[in-house]
């Protein structure tokens, strides 16, 4: 059984660019969750995704970021007109149901993002 | 709202000594308690977890007990490897995952 699966695992855009992250959640699983992790910093909630709908967006910066779970294909994190604060380590993870109590949420390897 | 707090790194120690990396944390309701860890350049591994109140999670010989009259879930081994040398991240969950700030440790053969 795959694990969750990201790509690209390295992005390298310009400012101004748009850079779009992808992330193939495990078989079974229905929930996504987009998380980013700063340099020396940990991690940090952006958004909570099941199939083409959002439930939760509320860590998600107001403009130029958007995320999507498509009833087919993978969830897409979208990053328009970068600039080099957005230069971070974006991880996926996902779970087979709502992330209660009882439930754990498996990681992706991670894209690494850099705007030069 | 809900937080974690984590001792800081970085921790280094030398090979078969005893680990400890402290975790607190503030939340309303019964949160399910994990440890994550993280190897360089790769993603997030779940390392053990507890549920409610007095369970321990373990693997890998990493121990970690869920205490709520002191909200704590404090990471513990015996006996560290260099292999054990990564970042390590306590966090709880309520639906979305919150984090502490990460514990680096690095084990010197």
């Known amino acids: 059984n795959a694990g969750v699966m990201q790509n690209p695992r390295h992005l390298v855009r310009r400012r101004g660019q748009e850079a779009r992250l992808r992330c193939s959640p495990m078989?079974?699983?229905?929930?996504v969750y987009w998380y980013r992790q700063l340099p020396e910093e940990g991690l940090k909630f952006m958004v909570y995704?099941?199939?083409?709908?959002?439930?939760?967006e509320s860590g998600m910066p107001k403009e130029r970021f958007s995320a999507e779970f498509p009833k087919e294909g993978p969830s897409i994190l979208r990053i328009q007109q970068v600039v080099r604060g957005d230069s971070a380590a974006y991880f996926c993870?996902?779970?087979?149901?709502?992330?209660?109590?009882?439930?754990?949420?498996?990681f992706g390897p991670g894209t690494r993002l850099t705007v030069l | 709202g809900n937080s974690v707090t984590q001792m800081e790194g970085p921790v280094t120690l030398s090979e078969e000594a005893f680990l400890t990396i402290n975790c607190t944390y503030t939340?309303?309701?019964?949160?399910?308690l994990f440890w994550y860890v993280q190897y360089p350049g790769e993603g997030l591994q779940l390392l053990l977890k507890?549920?409610?109140?007095?369970d321990k999670g373990s693997n890998k010989g990493f121990e970690a007990t869920y205490r709520k009259e002191t909200t704590s879930f404090h990471l513990e081994k015996g006996s560290v490897q260099v292999s054990d040398s990564a970042v390590y991240f306590c966090?709880?969950?309520?639906?979305?995952?919150?984090f502490g700030q990460g514990t680096e440790l690095s084990v010197k053969p």
């Open positions: 993870a996902s779970s087979p149901r709502a992330s209660d109590d009882t439930d754990t949420q498996y």
């Open positions: 078989k079974g699983h229905s929930h």
């Open positions: 995704l099941q199939k083409e709908n959002i439930i939760d």
């Open positions: 939340a309303t309701g019964y949160p399910s």
């Open positions: 507890a549920t409610k109140a007095d």
């Open positions: 966090a709880l969950t309520g639906g979305k995952l919150i």
